[in-house]
């Protein structure tokens, strides 16, 4: 456990107190011990962080972790690292797995994994149809009581296109009080898609997905997590008219939150020109007026969470012809330096705003002080922090990459800002930008590896015992 860390001079960003003055934070115990001018380190080693940003490690609500099923694009190691390096201190990651993350055994399987890397939290969201294919519940009530505590629910990388069992969904989430996750899209119209329907599909002869086709999805959801209750949170949002209706969702009071990700307020469909695979996802990237759009719902509050959609795949999924190749981009490393750099120096966001889209608000929605995270650096807080310096000019390289994926469309691209160390229930788990493997944690590995194949619940009580 070591003897704890003291934080020297950096300025501490909290909610809801805003930017500090240079301080000391003491962590201690796993938690934030002291915060203060001139501490004494006592045994604690000390880090000079002058000219950082101390604020509450990064939450990530949209992730693709890939684990179990399809380990050679990503697996739950890789991905913590990716998170860790990234400055996040938990990753939600959708089911889409083979299997599908869609009963308790498989759920608990992904959470124990995330306890063995012991990084960041690993935390897995529920499919609401068994197997994704849009037929029958999955069992979420089992899902939710259970060690992984899963309270998101999405059949993510596939809407649910039957509205009755939509519905169902939602009227049980609201037994559960449970968070349905839509990935809004009307799969008629978007059978075949490669990218926005518009000018440029027309442009390059590619077929389009009309924006329609997420808008329709999104209506709809809006309009049963009115009929049924349930909160309800729209998954990557990216056109100009989903934004409009979920301003007139909350302004109507209903418990609708949504997330937009770097890339759909970064990029736009003129982007495609060159056939570049790392600019084809789902939903695509859309026109340059969707993007005003988004930025105006980021600024005025509609769009609550920044997320990645981190998906990553293998260099043979994406170096092929556009149609072929899969949709997705990787994001966990690139976020934070992108936000900075693209939205906080420009001016759209505030630097205490665009945190909070980052940690305060996909915590609340997530409910994340069950999992003993706080969106503060005040004593008494549990140690979950990002230490970033917003000053660092970087280039990225996408061969640096933690994540075993490397399909970025930001290769190259200059940034300003980036993650120094990541603290992780009080662990300097990334130090200097890297990773600092501690020595209980390498115990940890190397037992399970001697033990072979072991359950899931053994593996999380070895890595437990080794003390987090
Ligand atoms: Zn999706």
């Known amino acids: 456990m070591g003897n704890g860390v003291l934080l020297r001079g950096g300025r501490v960003l909290s909610f809801p107190a805003g930017l500090g003055a240079e301080t000391d934070i003491l962590v201690e115990k796993g ?19 002058s000219g950082c940003i101390v ?6 609500l949209h992730a693709h972790l890939r684990e179990p099923g399809m380990e050679y694009k990503e697996d739950v190691a890789s991905g913590s690292r990716a998170a860790a390096c990234g400055g996040y201190s938990a990753v939600f990651c ?32 529920g499919a609401i149809t068994q197997g994704r294919a849009g037929e029958t519940l999955a069992p979420m009530g089992e899902m939710g009581t259970c060690r992984a505590g899963v309270m998101g629910f999405s059949d993510d990388g ?11 969904a939602m009227e049980y989430a609201r037994t559960m009080n449970a968070l349905v996750i839509s990935h809004s899209e009307e799969p008629s119209l978007s059978a075949g898609g490669q990218m926005n329907e518009g000018y440029y599909s027309t442009l390059l002869g590619l077929r ?21 209750g349930a909160r309800l949170h729209l998954a990557h949002v990216s056109t100009a008219r989903s934004v409009d209706l979920v301003r007139d969702a909350k302004r109507r009071g209903l418990p609708v939150t949504c997330e937009v990700t770097t890339h759909h307020i970064l990029l736009d469909d003129s982007g495609l020109t060159d056939y570049d695979t790392n600019m084809k996802m789902n939903p695509p990237l859309r026109s340059k007026a969707d993007v005003d759009a988004l930025l105006e719902a980021l600024a005025d509050g509609t769009i609550d969470v920044i997320a990645t959609d981190h998906a990553p795949h293998a260099p043979h999924e994406k170096e ?21 750099t693209r939205l906080v120096e420009t001016g759209v966001l505030s630097l205490e705003k665009a945190l909070e889209k980052l940690t305060l608000a996909p915590s609340r929605i997530m409910d994340m002080g069950r999992w003993g995270y706080m969106p503060t650096v005040e004593e008494g807080a549990p140690a979950n922090l990002v230490v970033f310096n917003p000053e660092t000019e970087w280039i990225v390289d996408p061969r640096a990459f933690k994540s075993r994926a490397r399909n970025t469309p930001y290769g190259g691209w200059r940034l300003r800002g ?21 020595p209980e944690q390498g115990t940890a590995r190397k037992k399970q590896k001697d033990a072979g194949r072991v359950g899931a619940g ?8 080794t003390g987090d």
């Open 31 to 49: 938690v934030v011990a002291a915060v203060g001018q001139g501490l004494s380190p006592g045994r604690a080693e000390v880090v000079d962080v």
């Open 55 to 60: 604020a509450p490690g990064l939450v990530e």
């Open 94 to 125: 959708m089911p889409n797995t083979e299997p599908a993350i869609d009963n308790s055994s498989v759920a608990e399987y992904v959470f124990d994994r995330g306890v063995d890397e012991g990084l960041c939290m690993v935390l897995p969201h």
């Open 158 to 168: 596939s809407p649910v296109s039957d509205s009755e069992i939509m519905r169902r």
């Open 208 to 228: 389009g997905i009309p924006p329609e086709s997420e808008e329709i999805g999104v209506f709809r959801d809006i309009c049963l997590a009115e009929k049924t």
């Open 320 to 340: 092929t012809e556009f149609d072929r190749a899969e949709f997705g981009v990787v994001g966990l490393e690139t976020c934070l330096a992108l936000v900075l």
């Open 418 to 438: 980036r993650v120094v160390h990541t603290v992780f229930r009080g662990r300097l788990v990334v130090r200097e930008g890297d990773l600092s493997p501690g």
């Open 458 to 465: 053994e593996r999380a009580s070895a890595a437990a015992g």
